[in-house]
Nanobody, 115 residues
Framework: QVQLVESGGGLVQPGESLRLSCAASGTLSSINLAAWYRQAPGKERELVATITRSGSTNYPNPVKGRFTISRDSTKNTVYLQMDSLKPEDTAVYYC?????????WGQGTQVTVSS
């Protein structure tokens, strides 16, 4: 049984930074793809970052240049470094890991950006 545990969320002021972590417990054959999504109140869940097994990353325009996804394969952990945070980044952030033919989701961590 694989479980993803996210941490690192919180309340910050605009312009500050946060680093989210997503640690996978259990047995993972390999991480083919890892991603972070977010969902703000009243909005659909949206993709904010992806990283492939080869290390290729991709970001949508709203976060490009401010967010960085990375992973530590030895720890089965995925990170999301968020810099220059804006109030519109406020959301619940979820990690997703694709391993083999299965996808796993974390429970979400709240990020609030407010002055």
């Amino acid at each position: 049984q694989v479980q993803l545990v996210e941490s690192g969320g919180g309340l910050v002021q605009p312009g500050e930074s946060l680093r989210l972590s997503c640690a996978a417990s259990g047995t993972l054959s390999s991480i083919n793809l890892a991603a972070w999504y977010r969902q703000a109140p009243g909005k659909e869940r949206e993709l904010v970052a992806t990283i492939t097994r080869s290390g290729s990353t991709n970001y949508p325009n709203p976060v490009k240049g401010r967010f960085t996804i990375s992973r530590d394969s030895t720890k089965n952990t995925v990170y999301l470094q968020m810099d220059s945070l804006k109030p519109e980044d406020t959301a619940v952030y979820y990690c997703k890991i694709v391993s083999g033919l299965r996808s796993y989701w974390g429970q979400g961590t709240q990020v609030t950006v407010s002055s």
